[in-house]
């Protein structure tokens, strides 16, 4: 089975641009989460969907936002890039969703930069 | 305080040495995970558990959910082991949600 991918991979943008980050899960898998990681911060959850529908949504502005479709392909969208944006945005796929059990399974990110 | 703490943040070990990594939560949780991360960014799903130990290769996993701990365990650590070991929680529920410790960056020297 292929892994998650994610594209592109290095994306530079400039600020007040926006951006969309295409995540595409394993086959079967119904959930995909979205993680933002920079130094300062560490990795901090965005949010996560589930058979289209947006289940559970971490602490950031309304900038940030996502979708799922039909496929399970997710993508997320950025609008007014600020300087803070810059980092690597990471997807994860899973089956169910559930944290309990579901191991989560993670693309190898998209590195966005903005100038 | 952070809701996830990891300790050391930072690790150097002489190859062959056994390296424990320690990981503490203040929250109730469903599950915990570790997770490595190459440089370059690919994360990868070492160990999900809920109680007790688990064992992969020269890997353990370990977790005391009445002291809100648990320790990442290397044996006959290799330089192909040097990554960031991150610790995060599962709160439970219908949700992915992770919630993160800063991770120990692990260099392991010939």
């Known amino acids: 089975k292929a892994g998650v991918t994610q594209t592109p991979r290095y994306l530079i943008k400039t600020r007040g641009q926006q951006v969309t980050l295409s995540c595409s899960p394993i086959?079967?898998?119904?959930?995909v989460s979205w993680y933002q990681q920079t130094p300062g911060q560490g990795l901090q959850f965005l949010f996560e969907y589930f058979s289209e529908t947006q289940r559970n949504k971490g602490n950031f502005p309304g900038r940030f936002s996502g979708r799922q479709f039909s496929n399970s392909r997710s993508e997320m969208n950025v609008s007014t890039l600020e300087l803070g944006d810059s980092a690597l945005y990471l997807c994860a796929s899973s089956l169910e969703g559930s944290g309990s059990w579901d191991t989560q399974y993670f693309g190898p990110g998209t590195r966005l930069t903005v100038l | 305080k952070n809701e996830v703490e990891q300790s050391p943040q930072n690790l150097t070990a002489q190859e062959g040495e056994f390296i424990t990594i320690n990981c503490s939560y203040s929250?109730?949780?469903?599950?915990l995970h570790w997770l490595q991360q190459h440089p370059g960014g690919g994360i990868v799903s070492l160990f999900m558990?809920?109680?007790g130990k688990k064992k992969h290769g020269r890997l353990i996993a370990t977790i005391n959910i009445q002291e809100k701990h648990s320790s990442l365990h290397i044996t006959a650590s290799h330089p192909r082991d040097s990554a960031v070991y991150i610790c995060?929680?599962?709160?439970?529920?219908?949700?992915?949600?992770?919630?993160f410790g800063t991770g120990t960056l692990l260099a392991v020297q010939p």
């Open positions: 929250v109730g949780i469903s599950a």
């Open positions: 995060a929680v599962s709160l439970g529920g219908a949700t992915n949600k992770l919630i």
């Open positions: 086959s079967g898998h119904r959930s």
């Open positions: 558990l809920s109680s």
